[in-house]
């Protein structure tokens, strides 16, 4: 992607890096400036941004699982707070990571079915999503939601389970074609011995007559006996950087090609695999055209149409408008995280997204910047306030022109509707 102007620099930035921008921010992005919006974005606390604490910080339940009506609040309640917070946030980039890393490790509400465990994962993937790779992957390995989701917790020395050490090799770490059949099977005995303790608040404890202490071989490193030195011998793989700059890089810019993920994965290692450094060099790398164009996945598709407009979106609406576009947030389809533009680009998901276009139009204000654009025919402006100063594409506008003076409830409502189900906001 190449880009004519500081503000599409950092429109394309905010279509990245953020969940989307309000009326005004756009301006104030471009009078920062490119290496200050990506400083803002990168590293928050330098640029005087508030620290935060987690979204379920101040939030005390008692969780009954005999009391499904109380279930369901609850469930509903911590979706909430977690769009809440996506869309209110200040720091953006750090909840981007933390979606990042959600998919990557895929965890699922739908097989953990405790919400205080799959609360505390989430916030692993926050806190620690944007600093050591090695400290993040070390505690999701013994975090008891994914000691339940892929079985870690029943994985004994007599019996070791393969479902995690396979998923850490092939998914978390070094990738396909990186790690063989005995490496697993070393993964396997080195985790085992990890327990929850679901009646007791689901705790987590080591347990060594569990435990099979028996150095292994991990990807060519002797000694491999527990988890630190099974994380250790994981990130030491040269394939480790390569792999991680390459999912991350492409979560962020698209289809990029192997030079740039190479560069990338070379900043990657010398930083010793920090994850900021890496997001750094990424958003770098995008403004300077390493970036290709990529389909808007429904989340950010819809939190950014919402920040834009301004409009007030009930929970219940964006847990169906989510589902059926298929990306509700804690519930990733399998353990390789949510499908990617094949299924954003369905009937089914361009259905869903056209009925979430209208009802979000709908809920934007009378005095809404976005309906006063197009009420008056503004397409640029519009455009523009959509994080797309570029404008839009002339099918676009001509389809604008013919809803300009349509039959919704108040003038420029159709126009609305349609460009945010347009496909240049699809398009990031």
């Given at each position: 992607m190449q880009f004519n102007s500081t503000r599409e620099q950092v429109a394309f930035l905010a279509r990245r890096a953020s969940w989307g921008l309000a009326p005004g921010e756009l301006d104030k992005l471009e009078s920062l400036g490119v290496v200050a919006t990506i400083d803002r974005f990168v590293d928050p606390s330098s640029a005087g941004l508030t620290e935060e604490v987690s979204a379920w910080a101040d939030w005390n339940f008692v969780y009954d699982r005999s009391d499904r009506k109380a279930r369901r609040q609850q469930d509903m309640e911590a979706f909430e707070r977690w769009m809440g917070r996506l869309i209110s946030t200040e720091r953006p980039l750090d909840h981007q990571l933390a979606w990042f890393w959600h998919d990557h490790f895929a965890v699922s509400m739908q097989v953990v079915r405790h919400l205080p465990?799959?609360?505390?994962?989430?916030?692993?993937?926050?806190?620690?999503?944007?600093?050591d790779v090695q400290a993040l992957i070390r505690q999701v390995t013994t975090d008891a939601a994914m000691l339940v989701f892929l079985d870690g917790a029943t994985s004994k020395g007599t019996a070791p389970n393969e479902n995690y050490g396979r998923e850490l090799l092939e998914l978390y770490t070094v990738g396909v074609g990186n790690f063989t059949e005995a490496d697993v099977k070393a993964v396997a005995s080195a985790l085992t011995g990890w327990v929850v303790r679901r009646r007791d608040g689901w705790k987590v404890r080591f347990v060594p007559a569990r435990h099979d202490d028996t150095p292994q071989t991990l990807l060519g490193v002797d000694g491999v006996h527990d988890v630190d030195t099974t994380i250790t011998a994981a990130l030491s793989s040269p394939a480790c950087p390569v792999f991680l700059a390459s999912k991350l890089g492409r979560y962020l810019l698209g289809d990029i090609d192997?030079?740039?993920?190479l560069?990338?994965?070379?900043?990657?290692?010398?930083?010793?695999?920090?994850?900021?450094?890496?997001?750094?060099?990424t958003l770098v790398a995008g403004v300077g055209g390493a970036a290709t164009p990529t389909v808007l996945a429904p989340l950010?598709?819809?939190?950014?149409?919402?920040?834009?407009?301004?409009?007030?979106?009930?929970?219940?609406?964006?847990v169906d408008t989510l589902r059926s576009m298929g990306q509700l947030p804690g519930n990733p389809p399998n353990v390789g995280g949510y499908p990617g533009a094949a299924t954003w680009l369905a009937s089914s998901a361009t259905a869903a997204r056209f009925s979430?276009?209208?009802?979000?139009?709908?809920?934007?204000?009378?005095?809404?910047?976005?309906?006063?654009?197009?009420?008056?025919?503004?397409?640029?402006g519009l455009a523009d306030l959509f994080m797309r100063p570029a404008g839009f594409s002339d099918a676009t506008i001509n389809a604008l022109e013919d809803l300009k003076l349509s039959v919704f409830a108040r003038p420029g409502e159709g126009a609305l509707a349609l460009a945010l189900a347009s496909p240049d906001l699809l398009i990031a």
């Open positions: 465990a799959m609360l505390a994962h989430l916030d692993l993937c926050w806190s620690l999503g944007r600093g192997d030079s740039t993920v560069a990338l994965a070379a900043t990657f290692a010398n930083a010793d695999l920090d994850i900021s450094t890496l997001a750094r060099a950010p598709w819809l939190l950014q149409v919402i920040k834009a407009t301004g409009a007030s979106v009930s929970t219940d609406e964006l979430a276009a209208i009802d979000v139009a709908r809920a934007t204000p009378d005095d809404a910047p976005v309906l006063a654009a197009a009420r008056a025919g503004d397409w640029s």
